[in-house]
Nanobody, 125 residues
């Protein structure tokens, strides 16, 4: 089992940047493929980015490709989401999630067993 805690959210202006962190406690983070998801008010939770156990493979939603980056530091048990060139439509609660079954990240939320509590990112124009 692993506990996940996100941090780094807040209010940011259009075009700005923010870095989210997801700290893991419990089983070694290297045992999990990790994903970042987001949920805006009235919308379904959607995949944002994912990273493989080793960090060698990353995947991004088309809406954030070329603007966001995902990385992980297994020694620090932390996964990061660097968000650049933010747009109002990026406003959402961002969640990190851990998948202990697969090596490569997947885009469906159902595949992730462990979730953090979320951190709110608000992009103002």
């Amino acid at each position: 089992q692993v506990q996940l805690v996100e941090s780094g959210g807040g209010l940011v202006q259009v075009g700005g940047s923010v870095r989210l962190s997801c700290a893991a406690a419990g089983k070694a983070l290297s045992s999990y493929a990790m994903g970042w998801f987001r949920q805006a008010p009235g919308k379904e939770r959607e995949f944002v980015a994912g990273i493989s156990r080793s960090g060698a493979v990353a995947d991004f939603a088309d809406s954030v490709k070329d603007r966001f980056a995902i990385s992980r530091d297994n020694a620090k048990s932390t996964v990061y989401l660097q968000m650049n060139s933010l747009k109002p439509e990026d406003t959402a609660v961002y969640y990190c999630a851990a998948d202990f079954l697969r090596t490569i990240p997947q885009r469906l939320p159902i595949g992730y067993k462990y979730w953090g509590q979320g951190t709110l990112v608000t992009v103002s124009s």
